[in-house]
């Protein structure tokens, strides 16, 4: 601590997220994502977290790397994180999807868009694995 300006003190510590450490390393271009993700999950509203935990969960079950954020985000922030973190895919979830029961998988590479029923969504990853 003195070295710091500080009184002399005998133990020091220190704090920090990983998940910001990684994301600012990438952005300031000091490492590369490593390795992508899978499926990014986007959600938006309290029911949609709840369905986002559960899909996350039987991705993660079929053998799929999943990235779930732990707060609500808006979408155009949670796409930006999820092409920062390598995905091939975003999740999107928001209160309309889960009362329909057709959630939005896009493909970030591409950028297309497509519903799919839960059962379906698993088909459609497994055949594009």
């Known amino acids: 601590m003195e070295l710091l300006g500080g009184p002399p003190t005998r133990a ?3 704090a920090i997220g990983e998940d910001r450490l990684i994301l600012s390393l990438l952005e300031a271009g000091k ?4 390795h992508g993700r899978d499926v990014y999950i986007a959600w938006m ?3 949609a977290y709840t369905t986002a935990v559960r899909a996350a969960k039987n991705l993660r079950a079929a053998g799929f790397s999943v990235e779930l954020p732990p707060a609500e985000q808006k979408f155009g ?3 930006g994180q999820a092409d920062k973190l390598g995905a091939r895919y975003a999740l999107i979830l928001g209160d309309n999807e889960v009362a329909s029961g057709e959630w939005t998988l896009k493909t970030l590479a591409t ?7 839960e059962a379906s969504l698993m088909e459609f990853l497994k055949k594009h694995e």
């Open 45 to 47: 509203g309290e029911k």
């Open 31 to 34: 490492m590369t994502a490593p």
């Open 111 to 117: 950028g297309e868009q497509a519903k799919f029923s």
């Open 77 to 79: 922030k949670a796409l």
């Open 12 to 14: 020091t510590g220190f």
